[in-house]
Each structure stands twice: as structure tokens, then as C-alpha cells.
């Protein structure tokens, strides 16, 4: 299947997807509410915006104020869409269910629409909270810290710091004074080794020309060094290549080093490479052929798939991203049904898998029950 045709099959999915939600949660909506005389135009604009704003800053850009504008109030309103529908959806069960067995105490019943308009007022209030409550949390990465038990690790490098740095999605949304609380956050850490492991960017590195400075500011004694996300295939594999080389990062592409006397660090193009732009997946044993057998070895891939040839291909540490943490919940459950991996550190066989949710967002600019992070893993050689 060639790219332009793919592409226009997924298009077509997304619009149907968006189009079809977005129908429904105005059909409840206008039926919930019930508005009368001007409202019902004041309701059915708002809707209207909230539904084109997304398309139409991405189509006029953000290099202008209006697709600024845009961008910000459509971001917003796909938070609004997904707990919108779920309140709908779970009204409707309700009324389903209801109409069954009839459990539903008929005085609430009596007026059904006070009764609407009483869950729309209430589905307003809670959503609202949500949104400032998940934009508020998404501002401000945590920072945990987990231990990695290595024996190859060499006995003069434990505790060894590894910052890790993914899915921020730099851009409009996520900016440059984000950028540099990030680099503080990391300096601060003081991490021997820096790593980015895809999504740095959300837009085209020709207009993010400023994220070069403060990543400059990262302070690692290793280096920095990173790999790609979906997204910087999206936006130009080669623009984010030219930036990061500004940066003075490293990054690796089906590729492995040697962090000198402590591991054989190895970066491996996303999987959107090979399924979209048909480019041929290099096989993680070859990668290692040739590489230090003394030294652990750290695998980035920034969508946690290839686990198991990992693991078998005798990987140490294998560090992904990619979910967000589900980003809003309640998706963080089927994020972990598609990829069987769960936020945290875990084992998998004999190798240690890290899955970060990341310290930025995508599309709204909202975390609901999984918090950003720039986690810090600490390797030592014996527990």
C-alpha cells in the first residue's frame, strides 16, 4: 500500500471517528439542555467553534495569532469531546438500564427537563474542573527516582544517573519557558547521562528554531542523546536531526555507543518508520554485533513495542514512552490493552523495561490521572 493511500484511509478514519463523537455529544447536548429562544443559537455556536477549532488552527498555523487561537480552544475542546461523550454514554446506559427494569424512582422522573438540565449544568461543572485541574497538573513534571540493578555495571560507575526526557511535543502548546523548567528540572538531577526518547517536537523543526538554546542547557556528564518519536516523523526526520546537531545531542538511529566504561547505549528508529515510510527495520541483534559484551546494554525505542526481540537480544535496560500515561483517563487502560505494558518500571524476562509517561502532552493541553514525569533511574550494580 503506498503512503498517500494509507494516508488518506487513516484521514478518513479520523474524520468519521471525530465527525461521528462529535454529532453525538451535540445531539445529547441540545437534548440535555433544552435551551430556548437565543440560546439555542448561543449553544449551537459555541459547540460549532469548540468542533472547527482544532482543524482550523492546524490548517491556518500557529505562526499567526488566529491559529494560535484556534489551536489553544480546539486542544481544549478534544478533552471536552472525550469526557463529554463518556457522561453521555454513561446517561444512556442509565436510561437503557432503566428502561428495563424501571429502577430509576419515578419523582426524579416527573420533570424530566429540570432533570436534564440539572445533568447538563452538572456535566459542565465537573468537566470544566477536569480541564483546569488537568491543564494546572500537566504544567508541572514530577520527579521520581527508581534504582536498576545492573551486574554488568561496572563496580566504579554505581549509581549511575540517567535522566530521561520524552514526549513533550514541543510547540505552541508546550513552549519555550516550559522547555527551560524542564532543563532545570533535569540539571538539577544531576544526571551523568541525558537521554530524549522521542516526541521532542510537535511541529516542524523550521518553526521551533528557538527550542535549541535551552536544550543546550542540558548538563550531563556522558552527553545527551536521543532518538525518534512518531511525531518526528510527522514533522521531518532530517529537521530534527539538523536541530539536535545545533543542540550538540546525539541522535541515534538504528544505531549503538559506547558510553565509555559504563554501557552500550543503543537508539532505534520508531516503528512509524518501517508502517508508514517504508523503511526497513534493522534487527536489535545486529545492532549489538560487535558491541561490548562486558557492558550493560540500554535499549531506547520510544513506542514500547519490539519488547520481547529485546529481551531476547540480550538487553539489560530497555527504556520506552510514547502513551503518556494514558493522558486522560479513563485511556490509560486501553493504551495498556494494546501494548500489555503498564507505566513504571517492570521486568520483562531478564531485562528491566521502563515506560515513562512522559513530560508534556498531545492534542489537549490536560493530564487527568497520569501525571507528567522526568524520571531519573539509578543504576547500581548490586541491590
Given amino acids: ?27 445529547r447536548t441540545m437534548q440535555a439542555a433544552s435551551p430556548v429562544g437565543t440560546w439555542v443559537w448561543v449553544l449551537r455556536i459555541v459547540i460549532l467553534i469548540g468542533i472547527l477549532a482544532y482543524p482550523a488552527g492546524r490548517i491556518l498555523g ?44 419515578r419523582w426524579m422522573l416527573v420533570d424530566r ?14 468537566i470544566v474542573m477536569l480541564l483546569v485541574g488537568g491543564h494546572i497538573r500537566s504544567l508541572y513534571p514530577l520527579m521520581p527516582e527508581y534504582v536498576v540493578v545492573l551486574p554488568k555495571l561496572p563496580q566504579d560507575r554505581n549509581e549511575y544517573r540517567i535522566v530521561i526526557l520524552a514526549d513533550t ?22 544526571p551523568d547521562l541525558a537521554l530524549i526518547v522521542g516526541d521532542l517536537l510537535d511541529e516542524s523543526a523550521r518553526e521551533l528554531h528557538w527550542v535549541v538554546d535551552p536544550l543546550t542547557g542540558i548538563e550531563a556528564t556522558d552527553g545527551v542523546y536521543a532518538v525518534t518519536g512518531n511525531h518526528e516523523f510527522y514533522a521531518g526526520v532530517k529537521g530534527y536531526e539538523d536541530l539536535l546537531h545545533k543542540a ?8 549503538c555507543v559506547e558510553i565509555e566504561g559504563v554501557a552500550v547505549l543503543v537508539g532505534i528508529d520508531d516503528m ?5 515510510f517504508v523503511q526497513e527495520r534493522v534487527p536489535i541483534d545486529d545492532l549489538l ?7 550493560p546494554v540500554i ?6 513495542t519490539r519488547i520481547v526481540e529485546a529481551e531476547q537480544a540480550g538487553v539489560d535496560l530497555m527504556i520506552s514512552g510514547h502513551v503518556h500515561g494514558g493522558q486522560l483517563w479513563p485511556v490509560k487502560y486501553i493504551a495498556e490493552g494494546i501494548y500489555g505494558v503498564k507505566t513504571g518500571l517492570s521486568e520483562r524476562g531478564r531485562m528491566h523495561f521502563y515506560l515513562t509517561s512522559g513530560a508534556g502532552t498531545w492534542g489537549p493541553p490536560v493530564r487527568v490521572g497520569a501525571a507528567p514525569e522526568i524520571v531519573t533511574l539509578i543504576l547500581k550494580k548490586t541491590a
Fill in 299 to 304: 535499549l531506547m525505542h520510544h513506542t514500547p
Fill in 62 to 105: 500557529t505562526g499567526r495569532a488566529i491559529g494560535t487561537f484556534f489551536t489553544w480552544t480546539g486542544s481544549f475542546w478534544l478533552a471536552v469531546l472525550v469526557y463529554g461523550v463518556l457522561i453521555a454514554l454513561v446517561v444512556d446506559i442509565v436510561r437503557g438500564i432503566d428502561l428495563l427494569t424501571g429502577w430509576i424512582p
Fill in 1 to 27: 500500500m503506498s503512503n498517500l493511500k494509507a494516508f488518506i484511509i487513516f484521514l478518513s478514519i479520523v474524520l468519521l471517528v471525530y465527525g461521528s463523537t462529535n454529532f453525538y455529544l451535540y445531539r
Fill in 248 to 255: 550538540g545531542i546525539k541522535l541515534l538511529r538504528d544505531e
Fill in 113 to 126: 427537563l429540570l432533570t436534564g438540565r440539572i445533568i447538563f449544568a452538572g456535566s459542565v461543572v465537573m
Fill in 272 to 276: 512509524t518508520g518501517g508502517r508508514q
Fill in 289 to 295: 554485533k560487535g558491541a561490548n559484551d562486558q557492558l
Fill in 169 to 190: 511535543h514541543l510547540g505552541v502548546l508546550v513552549g519555550e519557558r516550559r522547555l527551560r523548567r524542564m532543563v532545570d528540572q533535569i540539571n538539577n538531577q544531576y
